[in-house]
């Protein structure tokens, strides 16, 4: 990939609705060079497809939660059986595994707290092989962009 492709891709994560025709003239480049870039950059991978950025409020998701996850013991079944039931969970937006004293952090968004609620004891407790749960509630946002920083 190179500064070009960037150059696409950054375009196209600030507006993904742009014509190829504004997509080229934003890269500098002229439409069918712009367009074949673009096909590559899709059959490659390196673009995974196009999706709406949507107000979680307006939808009626208000609540969003960092969910700090232990995990009980690291053997090779309650790893596999928490990354497989997770990942099948609608509230969970994002799980990361990560170092340190948290095994995943998990980005959920929830209609209020009962939901909230709901979610830990009738969709994450039943999982099994947690050891600890630290939740934190988001109250305002300072920034959040899906725009990656320009390298190369």
């Known amino acids: 990939m190179d500064r070009k492709d960037r150059q696409i891709i950054r375009a196209l994560q600030r507006n993904g609705r742009m014509t190829n025709q504004d997509l080229a003239e934003s890269v ?12 590559n950059l899709e059959a490659s991978g390196a673009i995974r497809g196009f999706t709406v950025d949507a107000d979680p409020v307006a939808y009626g998701l208000p609540i969003t939660a960092f969910v700090q996850v232990r995990l ?5 079944e309650t790893v596999r059986q928490f990354e497989q039931r997770v990942t099948c969970l609608d509230e969970v937006q994002e799980c990361h595994m990560l170092t340190g004293g948290t095994d995943y952090l998990l980005r ?6 009962d939901a909230y609620e709901d979610f830990i004891r009738n969709r ?13 509630f988001v109250y305002g946002t300072v920034k959040k962009t899906g725009v990656y920083p320009m390298i190369g």
């Open 28 to 39: 500098n480049l002229s439409p069918s060079p712009c367009l074949r870039r673009l096909r």
């Open 72 to 76: 009980e013991r690291h053997n090779e």
């Open 108 to 113: 959920v968004v929830v209609a209020g707290l």
């Open 124 to 136: 994450i407790h039943p999982i099994g092989g947690i050891g600890s749960i630290d939740t934190s």
